[in-house]
């Protein structure tokens, strides 16, 4: 017993002496960053909806730039569907967005261009063009939409959105699902754009009450009680814009597990792709409503 009682003292300070070698390990490491070229960054679209639609024009930097967003002003900006072309201006407020018409709407089966000139984003005094092509696809009607609640699964328990509705067919097509609670957005972010599918299994065939969305119990503003009005939102997007929609979502978040690939250009239409990223998109819109009771 003795002999014990000799050994915990020289076990307690082995313990604290290895604590402290660990933390005198630990030191902060400063990583210089390669800076790169400018790009011209667009975020645009055209829907079948009425209303003025928006591209915004921004420029790139270095990573962890700390400095406001650097936003592209009196530029010329065009979107033409091969017969009409629409000219869109600046809005003073907020620059470097720039806006069509509030009568203008896009017409499934054209291809849209947008165009973009005098612009300078390289900064070698030389005016640069950057085009995009969409191509807006035939919306898929809603018959009708039902919320049903379910919590028999903790993780994934709410209120699913349940679609009717025949699928148009005619090849792949590829949908994203946005929902509204009493006319407010609750998906106003790429990265929160989780909702898209393609008709695998459908094409032709008819949605008889598929859930699409779930509107989550554990989201404060996901809760749904008797009375708010659900709508559901059906986007008819091209493929490519899945595709760029896809890589966002796959970049914005956390690699899981931590030694997964690298990071990868996220996918554009904009041309030329070496001097421009993000996408303009067009796409056309179908959208349903139901009351909750």
Known sequence: MKTQNNIFPIISVIVIFLMVLIISC?????????????RLVVDGSITTDTMKHKVRLTKSGDALYKKPVQVISNATVTISDGTNEFTLHEDLQN???YETDA????????????????????????FEEYTAQSYLKKENPIDSIQIEYDDRIPDYSGWFVKLYGREIGGGRNFYLMKAYKNDVL????????NNMSDNTGFMG???????????????????????????????????????FISDYIQEYYPKIPIFSGPSANISTNIEPKDKAVGFFAAYSIARCSKVYK
């Not at 009568?103 to 070698?124: A, C, E, M, R, W």
């Not at 699409?212 to 009680?225: A, G, P, R, S, T």
Request: hydrophobic residues 30%; aromatic residues 12%; negative net charge.
């Open 186 to 193: 609750l998906t106003d972010s790429t990265y929160e754009f």
């Open 103 to 126: 009568t203008v709407f896009g017409l499934p089966g054209k291809i849209y261009t947008l165009l973009i000139s005098n612009v300078d984003i390289d900064g070698d005094n030389v």
């Open 26 to 38: 630990t030191e902060e490491i400063s990583m210089p960053l390669d800076s790169t070229y400018a």
């Open 95 to 97: 620059k470097g967005t």
């Open 205 to 243: 065939g008819y949605y008889d009450g598929f859930p699409v969305y779930l509107l989550q119990k554990n989201k404060k503003d996901e809760i749904v009680h008797i009375g708010d009005t659900i709508t559901l939102e059906m986007n008819g997007i091209s493929e490519e814009y899945f595709s």
